[in-house]
């Protein structure tokens, strides 16, 4: 039903004013980088694993049973968070923390100068983050039809996408069929992205 921006925001005391800087700052100073994602496993996490793999970074993950406390970044008790864009645009906004890169395969028009992790490591891939609508496998296909005509409909309200957006997520309605095939599709790439961060079927909360 829609999608929610991920970004890579840093503390204030971090040396770095960009995804290039930061990667920079990372191979001369191995292992004093970390960054907080809401979870072992989760798209935050192998974006983060990825990126370093891709570039050359090191840094230390920390994951968090959520989506990482402002207060670990503002203090620099973590370095850097990458999460959905909603939970920091207002102390990116105050000036509290950095925006340093956009986790999306294209720039967000609230930071049109804060360039997209696509354009600055090459063969980078990510999973989104996203949300949408499943029911009982079996579920007879006019119910399912009828319940995604709605979805659909709802979400063109004003006031219901106005709160959508104000999340800080983007509509993307699909149909069954389609949403379907995307689903399976980021399942594939979920899965490189694991075997590329060498993690192991029932050991991701150990990582």
Known sequence: MCSSDLVIVASNDLPASNLRELIEYAKKNPGKVSYGTPGAGTAQHLSGVVIGQLMGGDWLHVPYKGSPPA???????????INTS???????????????AINENRRLAAFPDVASVF??????????????????????????????AEIERAVKV???????EAS??????????????????????????????????GAALDQ
């Open 168 to 201: 800080g997520s983007l509509i993307n309605t699909l149909g069954p069929d389609e949403f379907a095939a995307q689903l399976k599709r980021l399942v594939e790439v979920a899965g490189r992205l694991v075997k590329r961060a060498g993690i192991k079927p």
């Open 158 to 164: 004003p006031d219901v996408r106005a709160k959508i």
């Open 86 to 100: 909603s939970f920091f645009v207002p102390l990116i906004q105050a000036g509290r923390i950095k925006l340093l």
């Open 119 to 148: 354009e600055i490591v090459p063969g980078y891939e990510h999973v989104p983050s996203w949300f949408g609508y499943f029911v009982t496998a079996g579920t007879p296909r006019p119910i399912v039809e009828r319940l995604a």
């Open 71 to 81: 207060t670990d970044l503002i203090t620099n008790r973590i370095q850097l968070a």
